[in-house]
């Protein structure tokens, strides 16, 4: 990054089809087509951009989007950007509901186009997507699949590459797989991934690729080094699998509830808003930093706190964690367990 940064001015100074592209951009995007197994990339500013310029490049006013309840907001508002035909939302991970709602469609629309969109791993329960069945689904109907596996790159799968390495799925079973920097990589921006087809489209037609500053350079090569880092030291997943482990250990055995996930978002369901804030004042005051998540984030009712573990976290900090949120969740807790 350094580097970079003294090779010329921070910023890129323009979009990428005016003058703004750089070499670190295009370094950057050939070692993501090859960390990802797909045949090209494209880096957005974004991921918020990327989600926005993917669906609305892909669906005409009379197509289907078909999106998992709990998408993140800016798959959401892609959808309503896009003003497709019909936009629908089908219960969490619940494939026959989607596969319901497409047949429908394609009964009534039989030319018509189709998207289906989800979350690899759901930001706010940390749970993964039935991916693989989607994207049979998608196949059957000849849909679009679009994956934003935001929190799974780097994080889920032996190597690190996500929901579509963990379910053994090829470009050709998921076409469009998003990702951002700004979760494992510890950088900032996005990319979409696929065939050279789609990229070149994108390229065209994303208004959030084609009329906004591009990626500063230095960033591009930051984030070409995170992925480096990623694909070397494999250390750091098998830690935070077991930080993972540990963590989930202890709070079934002091009674705490976490929500199903074996991933590093941990949720803890409070309920109401009310309890949530307090509980995360109480973490802080004890010196953690947990921040409450509370609607319109989350429904109502579903207030939580939202632990996130990372490989630089130990044992001992967990341990601590554990005992600090005894204390946070005292009024909720029911069983008396021994620290």
């Not at 998408?71 to 219960?91: G, T």
């Not at 579903?302 to 976290?313: D, G, M, P, V, W």
């Amino acid at each position: 990054m350094i580097g970079a940064a003294q090779q010329g001015a921070i910023g890129a100074g323009a979009s990428h089809l005016v003058s703004g592209h750089d070499p670190e951009h295009d370094s950057l995007e050939r070692a993501l087509a090859d960390f990802t197994g797909r045949e090209r990339a494209l880096v957005f500013s974004t991921g918020y951009m990327a989600n926005l310029g993917v669906i609305t490049s892909l669906v005409d006013r009379g197509d289907l989007i078909l999106q998992d309840r709990l998408n993140h907001a800016s798959l959401i508002d892609a959808a309503l950007l896009a003003r497709s035909r019909d936009f629908k939302r089908y219960p969490h991970n619940d494939v026959e509901s989607a596969a319901v709602a497409l047949k429908r469609f394609r009964g009534e629309h039989p030319k018509a186009g189709a998207v289906i969109a989800t979350d690899g791993v759901f930001s706010m329960d940390g749970d993964i997507a039935p991916v693989a069945a989607l994207a049979e689904l998608a196949r059957a109907e000849s849909a679009w699949l679009v994956v934003d596996d935001a929190h799974g790159l780097g994080v889920v799968g032996a190597e690190g590459r996500g929901v579509c390495e963990q379910q053994q799925l090829d470009q050709k079973a998921v076409p469009v797989l998003i990702g951002t920097f700004g979760k494992a990589f510890g950088t900032f921006g996005a990319f979409v991934a696929g065939e050279s087809a789609l990229i070149d489209w994108l390229i065209q037609s994303a208004r959030t690729y084609i009329y906004t500053t591009a990626m500063p350079p230095p960033i591009a090569a930051a984030t070409r080094r995170a992925l480096q880092l990623v694909e070397q030291e494999r250390w750091r997943r098998e830690k935070l699998h077991e930080l993972i482990r540990i963590f989930r250990e202890g709070a079934e055995r002091r009674g705490i509830a976490v929500m199903p996930s074996v991933t590093a978002i941990q949720p803890i369901l409070c309920g109401s808003a009310a309890m949530a804030l307090q509980a995360s004042a109480y973490l802080r005051d004890h010196g953690f930093h947990v921040v409450a998540i509370r609607p319109p984030t989350v429904p109502e009712g579903s207030a939580r706190l939202r632990i996130t573990l990372n490989a630089h976290h130990q044992v001992d900090e967990i341990q601590r964690l554990l005992i600090a949120l005894e204390g946070a969740l005292a009024p909720m807790l029911t069983t008396d367990v021994s620290t």
